[in-house]
C-alpha cells in the first residue's frame, strides 16, 4: 500500500459527459501528478500541482482539468467525453525534498461508452 | 518521439537466475532514473533509483547499472522469484531544479518468472 488513495476504482460512462476522479496523496506530500495510461500510449504524464499551485503541464486536453484543494487532495475532471479517453488514470505523490520519487495510487479504470 | 524505451516486451527466466531488464534514452536532460513494478490492477510501485551521478546503485536482491555515455541503463533481479513477475518500467525525469519532477516512462517489459 503506497498510502496513496484514489476514487473511484472504477467509472463507465456515456459520450459527452463529465466526471471527477479523486486523489488523496501521502500524510506529508506536497506534490501530485496524474498519469494516464492507454493501451497504445503507455504511461503519460497530465499534470502536476505542488502545495495548491499548478507546477507542470503534459500533454493534459483541454476538455480535461486539475486542482489541488487545501488539504492537499487533488480532482482531476474530465469533460465532453470521447471514447478515446477511456484509460486507466493514476495519480502520484511525492515529498518536497525527493521529488524524483513518486507513489502511485491503485488508479481509477475509465470506460467511455 | 519515445525518449525511454524498453525494446524487449517480453523476458522469461527460471527462478533463481539473474533477471536483466534493459532501457534506453535520448533525453540528456534526463538526471534521474527509476524503475517501477506493475501487476495488474494496481498502480506502480516504487522500486530502485539511480541519479546521473552515480553508476550503480543496489537494494538487496535489485541493482540499477547506468551507463551514461551509451544512454542505457538497466535493472538485475537476483535471484528471481516467482512473485516478481510483473511489468518492469523504466522511467526517467529531468528535474529542473525546482519542484517539478515529472516521469517520463518506458512501455514496460512483461517479466515473468517460472518455478
Known amino acids: 500500500d503506497s498510502g496513496v488513495t484514489q476514487t473511484p476504482k472504477h467509472l463507465i460512462t456515456a459520450t459527452g459527459q463529465r466526471v471527477t476522479l479523486r486523489c488523496s496523496p501521502r500524510s506529508g506530500d506536497l506534490s501530485v501528478y496524474w498519469y494516464q495510461q492507454s493501451l497504445d500510449q503507455g504511461l503519460q504524464f497530465l499534470i502536476q500541482?505542488?502545495?495548491?499551485?499548478?507546477?507542470a503541464k503534459g500533454n493534459i486536453l483541454e476538455r480535461f482539468s486539475a486542482q489541488q484543494f487545501p488539504d492537499l487532495h487533488s480532482e482531476l475532471n474530465l469533460s465532453s467525453l470521447e471514447l478515446g479517453d477511456s484509460a486507466l488514470y493514476f495519480c502520484?505523490?511525492?515529498?518536497?525534498?525527493?521529488?524524483?520519487?513518486?507513489?502511485f495510487g491503485p488508479g481509477t479504470r475509465l470506460t467511455v461508452t | 518521439d519515445q525518449q525511454v524505451k524498453q525494446n524487449s516486451p517480453s523476458l522469461s527466466v527460471q527462478e533463481g537466475r539473474i533477471s536483466i531488464l534493459n532501457c534506453d534514452y535520448t533525453n540528456s536532460m534526463f538526471d534521474y532514473f527509476l524503475w517501477y513494478k506493475k501487476y495488474p490492477a494496481e498502480g506502480p510501485t516504487f522500486l530502485i533509483s539511480i541519479s546521473s551521478i552515480k553508476d550503480k546503485n543496489e537494494d538487496g536482491r535489485f541493482t540499477v547499472f547506468l551507463n551514461k555515455s551509451a544512454k542505457h541503463l538497466s535493472l538485475h533481479i537476483v535471484p528471481s522469484q516467482p512473485g516478481d513477475s510483473a511489468v518492469y518500467f523504466c522511467a526517467a525525469s529531468a528535474g529542473s531544479g525546482g519542484s517539478n519532477y515529472k516521469l517520463t516512462f518506458g512501455k514496460g517489459t512483461l517479466l515473468t518468472v517460472n518455478p
Open positions: 500541482y505542488y502545495n495548491g499551485e499548478e507546477r
Open positions: 502520484a505523490s511525492s515529498a518536497r525534498d525527493r521529488g524524483y520519487e513518486q507513489y
